[in-house]
Protein backbone atom coordinates (compact mmCIF):
# COMPACT_ATOMS: atom_id res chain seq x y z
CA UNK A 1 0.00 0.00 0.00
CA UNK A 2 1.31 3.26 -0.31
CA UNK A 3 0.46 6.33 2.39
CA UNK A 4 1.59 9.68 0.90
CA UNK A 5 3.81 8.24 -1.83
CA UNK A 6 5.64 5.91 0.60
CA UNK A 7 5.05 2.72 0.41
CA UNK A 8 3.90 0.60 3.55
CA UNK A 9 3.43 -3.22 4.48
CA UNK A 10 -0.02 -3.52 5.93
CA UNK A 11 -0.87 -5.31 9.07
CA UNK A 12 -4.83 -6.03 9.19
CA UNK A 13 -6.42 -6.51 12.15
CA UNK A 14 -10.00 -6.85 12.76
CA UNK A 15 -11.91 -6.17 15.97
CA UNK A 16 -14.36 -9.13 16.81
CA UNK A 17 -17.08 -7.43 18.51
CA UNK A 18 -17.51 -4.76 16.31
CA UNK A 19 -16.16 -6.00 13.11
CA UNK A 20 -14.49 -2.88 12.76
CA UNK A 21 -11.29 -3.43 10.42
CA UNK A 22 -7.35 -1.23 11.49
CA UNK A 23 -5.14 -1.21 9.30
CA UNK A 24 -1.62 -0.83 10.55
CA UNK A 25 1.79 0.52 8.95
CA UNK A 26 3.70 -2.52 10.05
CA UNK A 27 6.78 -1.41 7.59
CA UNK A 28 7.35 1.70 10.33
CA UNK A 29 9.45 -0.81 12.63
CA UNK A 30 8.52 -0.68 16.31
CA UNK A 31 6.55 -3.93 15.85
CA UNK A 32 3.40 -4.79 13.84
CA UNK A 33 0.93 -2.30 15.29
CA UNK A 34 3.42 0.63 15.38
CA UNK A 35 0.78 3.87 12.99
CA UNK A 36 -2.80 3.38 12.79
CA UNK A 37 -3.38 3.84 8.64
CA UNK A 38 -6.89 3.54 8.46
CA UNK A 39 -10.01 2.06 10.72
CA UNK A 40 -12.71 0.93 8.35
CA UNK A 41 -16.30 0.83 10.11
CA UNK A 42 -18.37 -1.62 10.21
CA UNK A 43 -21.38 0.33 10.64
CA UNK A 44 -23.37 -1.17 7.58
CA UNK A 45 -24.55 1.22 5.00
CA UNK A 46 -28.00 1.25 5.46
CA UNK A 47 -27.82 1.72 9.16
CA UNK A 48 -26.05 4.60 8.56
CA UNK A 49 -27.72 5.65 5.84
CA UNK A 50 -31.24 5.48 7.64
CA UNK A 51 -29.83 7.41 10.48
CA UNK A 52 -28.61 10.08 8.88
CA UNK A 53 -31.02 10.44 5.74
CA UNK A 54 -34.03 8.31 6.37
CA UNK A 55 -34.89 5.04 5.28
CA UNK A 56 -33.81 3.47 2.11
CA UNK A 57 -31.11 6.32 1.32
CA UNK A 58 -27.84 5.08 0.02
CA UNK A 59 -24.87 7.54 1.21
CA UNK A 60 -21.59 8.20 -0.23
CA UNK A 61 -18.76 6.79 2.54
CA UNK A 62 -16.53 9.24 1.60
CA UNK A 63 -15.41 11.23 -1.44
CA UNK A 64 -15.10 10.63 -4.37
CA UNK A 65 -15.90 10.16 -7.92
CA UNK A 66 -18.92 8.58 -9.87
CA UNK A 67 -18.22 5.85 -12.33
CA UNK A 68 -21.00 4.10 -13.24
CA UNK A 69 -24.81 4.73 -12.11
CA UNK A 70 -26.74 1.35 -12.59
CA UNK A 71 -30.26 2.69 -11.11
CA UNK A 72 -33.29 4.65 -12.77
CA UNK A 73 -35.33 6.10 -11.04
CA UNK A 74 -39.02 3.83 -11.18
CA UNK A 75 -36.58 0.66 -11.25
CA UNK A 76 -36.99 -1.83 -9.17
CA UNK A 77 -34.02 -3.40 -7.04
CA UNK A 78 -33.49 -6.27 -4.94
CA UNK A 79 -31.43 -5.87 -1.62
CA UNK A 80 -27.55 -5.66 -2.25
CA UNK A 81 -28.15 -5.12 -5.54
CA UNK A 82 -25.81 -2.25 -7.31
CA UNK A 83 -26.54 0.83 -7.64
CA UNK A 84 -23.62 2.81 -8.12
CA UNK A 85 -19.98 2.85 -8.41
CA UNK A 86 -18.04 5.50 -7.34
CA UNK A 87 -14.05 5.78 -6.86
CA UNK A 88 -12.57 6.84 -4.05
CA UNK A 89 -8.83 6.59 -2.82
CA UNK A 90 -7.67 4.78 -5.67
CA UNK A 91 -10.50 1.93 -5.16
CA UNK A 92 -13.77 1.17 -6.46
CA UNK A 93 -16.64 1.20 -3.79
CA UNK A 94 -19.78 -0.42 -5.01
CA UNK A 95 -22.82 1.27 -3.50
CA UNK A 96 -25.89 -1.32 -2.95
CA UNK A 97 -29.52 -1.44 -2.48
CA UNK A 98 -30.10 -1.32 1.53
CA UNK A 99 -33.58 -3.02 1.15
CA UNK A 100 -35.67 -4.39 -1.70
CA UNK A 101 -38.03 -1.60 -3.43
CA UNK A 102 -38.45 0.79 -6.40
CA UNK A 103 -35.47 3.90 -6.91
CA UNK A 104 -37.08 6.92 -6.06
CA UNK A 105 -34.81 9.18 -6.93
CA UNK A 106 -31.08 9.45 -8.29
CA UNK A 107 -28.94 12.43 -7.11
CA UNK A 108 -25.81 11.94 -9.41
CA UNK A 109 -24.26 10.86 -13.12
CA UNK A 110 -21.06 9.65 -14.18
CA UNK A 111 -18.22 11.87 -13.36
CA UNK A 112 -19.79 13.61 -10.35
CA UNK A 113 -17.39 14.83 -7.74
CA UNK A 114 -19.54 13.78 -4.31
CA UNK A 115 -18.79 14.86 -0.07
CA UNK A 116 -18.87 12.39 2.19
CA UNK A 117 -22.27 11.41 3.32
CA UNK A 118 -24.31 12.82 0.34
CA UNK A 119 -27.45 10.93 -0.64
CA UNK A 120 -26.57 9.38 -3.84
CA UNK A 121 -30.17 7.58 -4.56
CA UNK A 122 -32.99 6.74 -2.22
CA UNK A 123 -35.36 3.41 -2.49
CA UNK A 124 -38.64 3.17 -1.60
Given at each position: ???????????????????????????????????????????????????????????????????????????HVEKDEPLIIMEAMKMEHVIKAGKAGTVAEVNVS???????????????
Open positions: VVVDGVPCKVTPVLEKRTGDLFLFDASAGGGAFSRLLYRISAVSQSHAADAASGPGASLAPMPGKIVKVMAEEGQVGDQVDDSKVLCRVE
